[in-house]
């Protein structure tokens, strides 16, 4: 579904696009016809252009309007001759009038019937006719738009798919279908896509996370009562896990067998799930992560990007977050989420934490250097916390610096600091002493409170994303929100709240007092090169 949503969204870009065209083209066409002479020469059949293009966009009747207005323009406001003034006969410029509304209104319906007709053959071809559930040819023609990489495919087979077609009938088997295409959509919360592969096979999409916890997690929800018309169904299912580790190109769907062989070895077996040992892949592919890592800090395959964070008041940016990007000469991009958990486990995220700094304070200086002072946060690893000398060290590099400590923020998880409370205390403390500012992020995906954060010299609360996924539709997550910023206020925490998408989330938290928001819906990250132009258009806020 997103994708035909993103569909909408680029057909919707190229209207607006194709909607300052026409604007544009239609005076300047009046005026090449008007200074190269008059309507006698043939400049005045560039107007189809305009005429075509919004049929094409706008369908019959904005593109009838713009061939009236290009009637006109060309018509009793144009000479047939500027030198001698001599004007065109009604009868002539009427009859291109009605040329140019012809031409729009059959072009517009062309265009319309069209895009309506590709429209209705896509999702007849994508979907599944009895079930209305995509299928394998949604994956084909949308398949240039996904990408497998870091994905988990999981198969899902049905076993007694006939024993229940032959009791109760093919209109209850496609039934318990939508039903199960339905729980997996809603129930798990980073599903990519869930596809109907076959009769009795379904193939879910998802990011890969935890490859053992999605396993039971589909488990749980498959095996959850299944009742139809009122009556509970018995169904076995097998199922078959691949997590997508190499940087397939796609374009077959090859890549979906080796979950569907998982799957059957499962029912072979009578297991719940079964997953692909993708371990000796796994092993190179840590490999050479690591050992990639340092040249590319040098070669500039690491690169920050940075996220804007806007003050709700004045919707107004007030800083920005520094996060890590590695394009990877033979895997691509790889996510933060990826290979930092690799970097953890070896002293290279010395390494990493001591470059992000750097090549933020740099980015600080050069706001500063343009008169802007803002503040840009880091976010610091929890093996950055245990090691001893990150203090020193960290501190080393700022003071040599000389940037401004307080346009410093780092951000750090509440389970970082609770490896070691005291030690990390100390450290905290240490480093708002000298200006810089602590936030906790992603508040309320670890077991602390608020309460037992407050001995720690804290500035901000991020709430996590995962809790405003559903905030405009759950009334608990809204309550849990609302009481969570409404404690850390009165504790005197500022209070941020991460992954906003969309603006009823960013008005509904603003209702609940929050003081700053990071989202897609305000900004996505941005590229280090374009945080100034990106900071100038935008320092007078956002509209409401
Ligand atoms: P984080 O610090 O919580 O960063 C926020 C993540 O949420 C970023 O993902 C950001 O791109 C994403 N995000 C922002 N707005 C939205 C939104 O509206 N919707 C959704 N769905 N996501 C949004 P990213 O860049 O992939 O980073 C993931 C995590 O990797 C970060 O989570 C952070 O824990 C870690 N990370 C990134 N850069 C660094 C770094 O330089 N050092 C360390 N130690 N960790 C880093
Ligand atoms: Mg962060
Ligand atoms: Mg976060």
Redesign the pocket.
Known sequence: MEILKQEKSDFKKAQIIGGIFVLIALPAIYLLVYYTGGVKYVYSHIMYIPIIISGVLFGPWISLFVGIIGGILLGPLMPLDVETGEPQLFLNWMCRLLVFVVVAFIGGCTSKKLRNNIVTIKQLLSHNQETNIPNTNYLKIFQNKINLYQKTIITILINNHNNIIDVLGTAVYHKLLFTLYDDLRKELSNKFLVVQADSNKFWVIQETRDVEAEAEKIVEIINKEKKINGIPLYVEYSVGIYEVIDHYDFDSLSIFTNSDICARQSQLQQLNYVIYDNSKKKKRFEYEVLMSFSQALKNGEIY??Y?PKIDLETLKPIGF????RWNHSRYGEI???VF?PLIEQTRLINE??NW?LSTTIKKIKEFCERGIPTTIS????AKNLIDPQFLTRTMKIINESKVDKNLLEF?I?ESAIMINPEESKVILKEFTEEGIKIAI??FGTGYSSLSYLSRFPINTI?I??SFVKDITTNESIQRVVKSTISLAKELGYKVLV????EKEASDIVKEYQCDFV????FS??IKAEDTLPWYEENRKGFKR
Do not use: C, H
């Open positions: 920050l990007v996220q977050e520094a996060l890590m996510s933060p989420i930092i990493l934490t992000v880091i976010n610091i690893s951000e998880t992020d992603d991020k996590d994303k991460e992954g906003i998408e990071q989202g897609f819906y996505r990250p």
